[in-house]
């Protein structure tokens, strides 16, 4: 069965493995991104039919509102909006600024609730769909030096579980998906001070095996399985396991990492 889609910061990264997941299984998907921002409704690519595309700033309620209206008038509804936009940011606390804070949590935690009281009356009209939110592990397991990004990944993750309680009687489902560290250009959007950070966590994306692809097939699975947590690959399974299970041993590890940070800095 195809499904309508929507899905923000597709240009590149895990919003661009996803349109292709999407599409490749015949879905319709409306791709969205900040990219060309000038631009409005563009005609299909010519090598996919089943992609449109349109510029959507995720700060924007006008944009979102424009958004809905098109969904509404090509295809009378929509199945799964994949709020995936999103910025990296962090810092020990002293070096994050409060300018910083409210510029990460303005795109990745307002973006995400701002995209959902735009589609959230018309999938409660039509008695279907599901909302599906990017976060990440940091919103389950909160290394030292990366507060901001903690906390708005925890608060996407929170507001999420809050949706699939809410949205429940009306047949509608809410996703959180929680991927450890993978390859992508997130990095390229990073805000900060903390140069040490930044280097740490860029060796921790460069090096890692895991791909956009591979969370984005994990993605549309639990999207099919209507699962409210996704945590897509072995690593975030891992350290939200040992969280869960032995937090003695999960905290000794967190402030070894901050030991670690301390001793760069000596």
């Not at 895990?14 to 997941?21: F, K």
């Not at 209206?69 to 606390?93: F, I, M, T, Y």
């Amino acid at each position: 069965m195809s499904h309508r889609v929507l899905v923000t910061g597709a240009a590149s990264g895990l919003g661009a493995a996803l349109v292709e997941r999407f599409a490749a299984r015949g879905d319709r998907v409306l791709a969205t991104d900040l990219s060309g921002a000038d631009v409005a409704l563009t005609t299909p690519p010519p090598d996919n039919s089943a992609v449109r595309w349109r510029a959507l700033d995720v700060t924007s309620e006008d944009d979102w509102a424009k958004a809905a209206a098109w969904v509404e008038s090509e295809w009378g509804g929509l199945d799964v909006l994949v709020n995936n936009a999103g910025v990296a940011g962090g810092g020990r606390v002293e070096l994050c600024s409060l300018e910083d804070w409210q510029w990460l949590f303005d795109i990745n935690l307002f973006g995400v609730v701002r995209g959902t009281r735009a589609f959230v009356p018309m999938m409660k009209r039509q008695g279907s769909g599901r909302v599906v939110n990017t976060a990440s592990l940091a919103g389950l397991v909160h290394p030292p030096g990366m507060g901001s990004y903690n906390a708005v990944k925890a608060a996407v993750v929170a507001f999420s579980e809050t949706m699939s309680h809410e949205l429940a009687p009306y047949g509608v489902g809410c996703t959180a998906v929680c991927p450890s560290y993978f390859r992508t250009n997130l990095m390229s959007s990073l805000r900060g001070s903390d140069t040490d950070l930044e280097a740490h966590i860029t060796r921790l994306v460069e090096k890692s095996p895991i791909t956009a692809d591979d969370i984005a097939a994990a993605v549309l699975d639990g999207i099919d399985r209507d699962l409210d947590l996704v945590v897509p690959d072995e690593p975030a399974r891992a350290a939200y396991a040992l969280k869960l299970a032995d937090r003695p041993a999960y905290d000794a590890q967190m402030r070894a990492t901050a030991a670690r940070a301390k001793e760069r800095d000596a």
